[in-house]
T-cell receptor, first 113, second 112 residues
Framework: ETGVTQSPTHLIKTRGQQVTLRCSSQ?????VSWYQQALGQGPQFIFQ???????GRGNFPPRFSGLQFPNYSSELNVNALELDDSALYLC????????????FGAGSRLTVL | QQQVKQSPQSLIVQKGGISIINCAYE??????FPWYQQFPGKGPALLIA?????SEKKEGRFTISFNKSAKQFSLHIMDSQPGDSATYFC???????????FGSGTQLTVLP
């Protein structure tokens, strides 16, 4: 049982559209990270949020943005979708005091047509 | 960006056999060396991890061997079972897990 839930599980968008993915983690998990996993590859770090502030960012353009809320939920927003954005988007939370252990959700599978 | 190289890309093992997956890294500042296990339709889950002050760690059928001088660490799965069939990722990092760099993954298939 991961304790991290993501929604939606699957969605299909067309090129140029915008998408919002959601993540809910457990109480006490005050750090949330988002990763993009293309088919057959390892997850790639998008960004991390700590106490509602961005706390690190990977090599992703500004059209990838995020929010973290006080209730341990967070969002990943992607604007101007491109075909290459098709991937599994993973949310991972970290519990206070266990900063080395990431708990991943099952992900949101995004298909861009 | 730190490079992490994982091998093999895929591995097929008979039930009861030993599965060995390797990970090579470049960044000498890494101080936490985890392996994640991912089943289809699921997110990765931490399987086992080691710190550089020891050369080996064993948890049940899973063992990590760490070679600091070679900048490599490996995952050994003893008595492999069909339920171990999954994709395995190494993700070494330093300090808190602010940004993990995952290897490219090893798809393990254990034949019954």
């Amino acid at each position: 049982e991961t304790g991290v839930t993501q929604s939606p599980t699957h969605l299909i968008k067309t090129r140029g559209q915008q998408v919002t993915l959601r993540c809910s983690s457990q109480s006490g998990h005050n750090t949330v990270s988002w990763y993009q996993q293309a088919l057959g590859q390892g997850p790639q770090f998008i960004f991390q949020y700590y106490r509602e502030e961005e706390n690190g960012r990977g090599n992703f353009p500004p059209r990838f943005s995020g929010l973290q809320f006080p209730n341990y939920s967070s969002e990943l927003n992607v604007n101007a979708l491109e075909l290459d954005d098709s991937a599994l988007y993973l949310c991972a939370s970290t519990r206070t005091g266990s900063s080395n252990v990431l708990t991943f959700g099952a992900g949101s599978r995004l298909t861009v047509l | 960006q730190q490079q992490v190289k994982q091998s093999p890309q895929s591995l097929i093992v008979q039930k009861g056999g030993i599965s060995i997956i390797n990970c090579a890294y470049e960044n000498t500042a890494f101080d936490y060396f985890p392996w994640y296990q991912q089943f289809p339709g699921k997110g990765p889950a931490l399987l086992i991890a080691i710190r550089p002050d020891v050369s080996e760690k064993k948890e049940g059928r899973f063992t990590i061997s760490f070679n600091k001088s070679a900048k490599q660490f490996s995952l050994h799965i003893m008595d492999s079972q069909p339920g171990d069939s999954a994709t395995y990722f190494c993700a070494p990092h330093s300090g808190s897990a602010r940004q993990l760099t995952f290897g490219s993954g090893t798809q393990l298939t254990v034949l019954p």
